[in-house]
Each structure stands twice: as C-alpha cells, then as structure tokens.
C-alpha cells in the first residue's frame, strides 16, 4: 500500500517555502492522514504530516500560477481566487523593501481595512519571467495608510539587494495565509523521533491504554477537589457528582480528565465545555504540587484563548499570555507580562498558567520545549489541524487534555483536494474517536430553548438533553414565535473581489428586525446578527452605520462565533441561486454552529426551497414544519 511504502526523500530536507519545481510538478508524493489505523513509527507519522500540510499551501499557489500564465496565453479576462496578481510592481531600499504598486488604479477600489489582501506574513512572489523563477518575500509591514497610496513593505528571502532594487517584477500574492504553515512546518522538521509525546495514542499502537498521568505515580494521587480529600486513582475515594455540582456525563468527564493521561472530551453546543475546561485547569492549579509544571492553555483563536484565561483569574493571577497581544480588557495585565515573555521571566516568577494560540505555540517553540510543561488543554480540539496540536506538545508532555465537537466546526484546509482525498480535515480528536478512543461526552445542554435545541437533535445528535434552566426562558417580546424561519425566494449576489456571497433582501430583513426588537426594549447587547458568508457581513456592517438604533449590535460570520451565545440570534443564510447551489452550507458541522447560538430566540432568514436539496436541511425544515415555525414575513 502506498501509505507505507518508504518516501522518495527525506521531508526534513523539504524547503518549506515553495519552489519553482513546486508550482511545475503536478505529481506531487502524498500519503492520506491514516484515519483508522496505526502508523508504522514516528517518522511515519511526521513525514505524512509534513507533507499534507506544505502541499495544503502549495496546492492553491501552483492553481493560482497556471491560471495566471493560462491567461496570458489565451488572453482570458477571469478571475481565480486562489492568487492576486499585482503587475508591474517596483522595488525600493528604505528600512526594508518597499514595493510600489501605486501606478495600477485597482488599489483604490480595495476596502484595506477590511480587506485580507497583503496582510501581515502573507508570502509573495516576484518574477520577471512569469513565474519558472522568483523572488520569495513576506508582508512585513501591513499599513493601511501606505496600503492606500499603493505601498507595502516586505522581507524579501535569498535576494541580492542590488541586483533586485528599482526592478519591475509581477507580484503574486498567495490568498492562503502562510505564517502559520512556515511556523509549523519548521517546528515538524526538528521534532524528535525517539521522543514524539502519547506516541502510543497517536500512532494508535494502543490508543485505549488508560494510564493515569506520571506525575501522579511519581507525586502521589491525593488531592483536594472542592471540600474533598480525593485519592484520584481509587474509584472508591471520590464523592458523587451531586457533591461536585456535576450531572452524570460531566462527573464522569471530569474525572477521566484528572485520571488519565490522554483524554477526549466531547461537547455538544451549550453543555459547558469551556466550564468543564475551567473546573479541570482550577482543579489541577489548587493541587499544583502534584504538577511541578506550567499548565499550558492551547486555542485555536485569540477569543477563545481570552475568555479561558480570563475564566481563570479567579483561581490564579500567576497566567502568562505568550503571542499575539489580547483585546481583553481584564487580562491587560498579562499583556504587560507578554511584553517580556521569556524563559527567565515565566521560571522566576512562578508563573502557573502559560497561554498561547496554535500558531502562537508553534512561533515559539524555543520558550516551549525550555519551559517543557508537563499538562496540556486544548481548548477547540476538534476545529485544529492536526499538526498544529502536535507542536504544542513537548517531549516533557505527561497529560494531554483535548476537549471540543467533531460535530460543529472541523479544521478548514485551505486545499479541497487534500483535505478530502487525504483526510487533512480530520482532527487529532476526530481521529482518536474514529479508533476507537472512548470519548467522554457532556449530555446535558445549557443553552438553547428547547424549541431551538430540537432543530439539532435528533437531525445531529442522537440524544442531547435539556437542563431545567431553559424551559424558564421568557417568550421574545413583540413577536409570536420565540423561532421562526422567513422563507423568500430573492436571489444572492456574488463578490468579484473576495468570491464571497451577498443577499440584500435578508440583510436588510434582518437590520430591520432588528431595529423593531431594539423597539421592544432589546439592549443592542442582546442581540446578534450571524451570516455565513463574510461578503454579507461587511455590507450589513455598512448599512448598519446608516441607524443609531444599530449602534452596537454585534454581526459576524458563524464561523467566528463558535463558543459563543447570545439571547437573540438573527441568521442570515445568503445562498439562493437557480441553480440551487448552498456551498457548504450542506456541511452538517456549519449548519451545527449556526443553528446552536441562541438562548432565548432565533429568527433564520433564507431560501428553503434551494436548502431542501440537501439531507440536513430536509430534517431541520420537518422540525420548522412540525413547530409551524416556517413561512414567509407576513407570518412571523
């Protein structure tokens, strides 16, 4: 079978930066991600990740190439999303390489600070030969003010100064951000062999082993849990989940977590995972001298990562945040502290509590594999490639914690091709249940009516409970149903600059509504406008600074409100096309994370008659049904 066969060079010796055979060859060698199954060894396992993760970037770069020099030779005017072509650019010396591109007009149409375009570590290419050579460079200073008047600043990679400057060069720019790709790259090739972390787990040599953390074996397994001397490894020593405050499938959840040394924990929208995270990290912190290590936090987004960190003030103020600098007023502190992150600093001051996002953690492998922490929680597992978890990990790691949903939101390779014909979207936690690690699942949802609950179980999950605490909800003022979906048939609009979608009709419904809920004595906070295309949250983010009454109401695109809640939730679906065509709006997880937002009151506008072609959609339309919740406006 190909997946074992011995690869053709060793990827340790694999530029991670694209080469001009890359952008040539159309063979490139690929083994799938084994979904269930073993890997043969460490190198095994290494190699298929490289590989999978460099070709996830190369693979749009090498389309966006050849449709580019296709074009020129054909003399076609199309469109391809994968690349932007910058012509006739200009190289300057000043503090680094400033390239001009002011003498094409097209800058000006550009929105650049909502724009993704030349973002801070986005790789260019530069070529005078359309592309069988080039120049490498990176984004290294993203100004907008500069962006306007057509100038950017970049780090050009084994360039001669002289031989480049006041050159005219075509600018590609690649749309798959890379500095997270050149971070985790880099960190793969230098991992060790002989020391991988759980190897027996993620190699799946035995992944069901159960043993418990070392350092409990080493330290001793008594520990103080709320007002109780619990010895962790003695089943008879722990009190029941009604003296810890626990339904069932959280006690069990949470007790797998402090017992084993490899644990998955799966929750549904609303049941508390990040609570369930939070009673982990304060139980491990309040017994820290059985630990004798940091504790790392691990999160796919800064927002995450905020929101745990803050969760745990109350426990500890002893938290370092290493990475990108955080919006949250309530850890402004451990920014001062990020300022001066380093070994010395976070060892000197007994820092208990390191975070950092994925990437973050790959970018700053030297502090971490010094700090070696023994425990590790990833919060959002399931959405995480699996190489970015993987460089989190240190061989010093003794206890690995991954809590998320493979049912919601799953890792997003940039490359279609790769995550589906080699399961690059398949997650380490995805993985691990897939063969046949026992995942302890959280049953009981916080959340949602249960009017909303029930668009989702059974349609996604098989059995998910309601807590008593939302049948208490109060009905939304001024409208009949507490959920309802607002049927049209007015077609969508497509961005030529992003590729993304735009529906007038439902943005304006939606702003509308939600200028009447405001009416109702709504607070703006209470409110959430959520789209699933980002085309459509910029023009509703436009139209809403035609009204004061908007001042305040938050809108966002799905994907970036994952873990989030709020007790009104608008929905703006977009896609309605003769064709019939909803893009990924027939990928269960999506609709997973769309659908499980609101508390209190959700109203969904889009075309039923186009989403009905999809299974998931037939069920949930027989929920509205059922519930009368579906028609048009005059109905809601």
């Excluded at 790709?181 to 090739?189: A, D, G, I, T």
């Excluded at 699942?441 to 605490?469: C, F, G, W």
């Amino acid at each position: 079978m190909k997946s074992f066969q011995p690869p053709p060079n060793d990827f340790r010796n694999i530029s991670v930066f694209p080469t001009p055979d890359d952008l040539i060859e159309d063979q490139t060698y690929l083994r799938p991600n084994i979904v269930t199954g073993s890997y043969i060894d460490p190198y095994h396992y290494l190699d298929v990740q490289f590989r999978l993760l460099r070709e996830d970037f190369i693979d749009p770069l090498r389309r966006g190439i050849k449709w580019y020099i296709k074009s020129l030779r054909e003399k076609m005017n199309t469109k391809c999303h994968d690349i932007r072509i910058y012509k006739n650019k200009k190289t300057s010396l000043k503090a680094a390489y400033i390239v001009d591109f002011s003498e094409n007009n097209f800058y000006k149409k550009i929105n650049w600070e909502n724009s993704k375009r030349l973002i801070y570590g986005s790789l260019l290419l530069f070529s005078e030969d359309n592309f069988h050579t080039f120049i490498l460079g990176t984004v290294e200073d993203r100004n907008s003010v500069y962006l306007n008047k057509g100038i950017v600043s970049v780090i050009l990679y084994e360039a001669e100064m002289q031989n480049c400057l006041g050159k005219r060069y075509v600018m590609a720019e690649s749309s798959v951000y890379f500095e997270p790709y050149f971070h985790v790259l880099s960190c793969l090739q230098t991992m060790g062999f002989n020391s991988l972390p759980m190897q027996n787990y993620i190699l799946v040599q035995n992944s069901n082993i159960n043993l418990p953390p070392a350092y409990l074996m080493k330290n001793g397994s008594i520990c103080s849990i709320e007002r109780f001397d619990v010895d962790l490894l003695n089943p008879d020593s722990w009190p029941t989940p009604s003296a810890l405050r626990l339904d069932v499938s959280q006690f069990e959840a949470f007790k797998a977590a402090l017992t084993r040394e490899f644990v998955v924990i799966q929750g549904p929208p609303g049941t508390g995972k990040t609570h369930m995270g939070l009673l982990i990290a304060k139980m491990l912190l309040n017994n820290y001298s059985l630990i004798e290590s940091p504790l790392l936090v691990v999160c796919y987004t800064n927002h995450a990562l905020d929101q745990f960190l803050e969760g745990l003030l109350p426990f500890t103020n002893d938290i370092v945040r290493v990475g990108g600098q955080s919006r949250n007023e309530a850890l402004e502190q451990l920014n001062e502290i990020n300022e001066m992150a380093n070994i010395a600093t976070i060892k000197n001051t007994n820092i208990k509590v390191i975070g950092m996002t994925t990437t973050g953690a790959a970018k700053h492998q030297y502090l971490l594999r010094s700090l070696g922490p023994k425990i590790v929680i990833v919060e959002e597992a399931a959405e995480v490639l699996e190489a970015h978890i993987l460089v989190a990990l240190t061989n010093q790691c003794e206890h690995l914690i991954l809590i998320g949903d493979h049912k919601q939101l799953h890792p997003n390779p940039a490359a279609y091709k790769i995550a589906k014909d080699y399961h690059l979207d398949i997650s380490l936690f995805e993985r691990m249940i897939k063969n046949g690690m026992n995942a302890f699942s959280l049953t009981v949802q916080h959340r949602m009516r249960k009017e909303i609950s029930a668009l989702i179980t059974p349609a996604i999950y098989e059995s998910l409970y309601n807590d008593e605490s939302v049948l208490d909800y109060p009905s939304i003022r001024g409208i009949k149903h507490n959920l309802f979906f607002i049927d049209h048939d007015k077609l969508e609009q497509s961005e030529e600059d992003s590729g993304s979608h735009i529906n007038k009709h439902e943005a304006d419904f939606l702003l509308a509504l939600c200028k009447y809920l405001i009416l109702q004595d709504y607070s703006a906070e209470d409110i959430t406008i959520l789209t699933t295309y980002s085309g459509q949250q910029f023009y509703m983010r436009q139209k809403r600074k035609d009204s004061k009454l908007l001042k305040g109401v938050r809108i966002a695109v799905v994907d970036n409100y994952q873990g989030e809640e709020n007790k009104i939730i608008l929905l703006s679906l977009v896609r309605s096309n003769a064709a019939k065509n909803i893009g990924f709006l027939k990928t269960e997880n999506r609709v997973c994370v769309a659908l499980s937002r609101a508390k209190h009151g959700m109203y969904i506008i889009g075309n039923m008659s186009c989403l009905k072609e999809s299974t998931i959609w037939q069920k949930i339309n027989q929920t509205l049904e059922s519930q009368n919740a579906i028609g048009n406006s005059n109905y809601c």
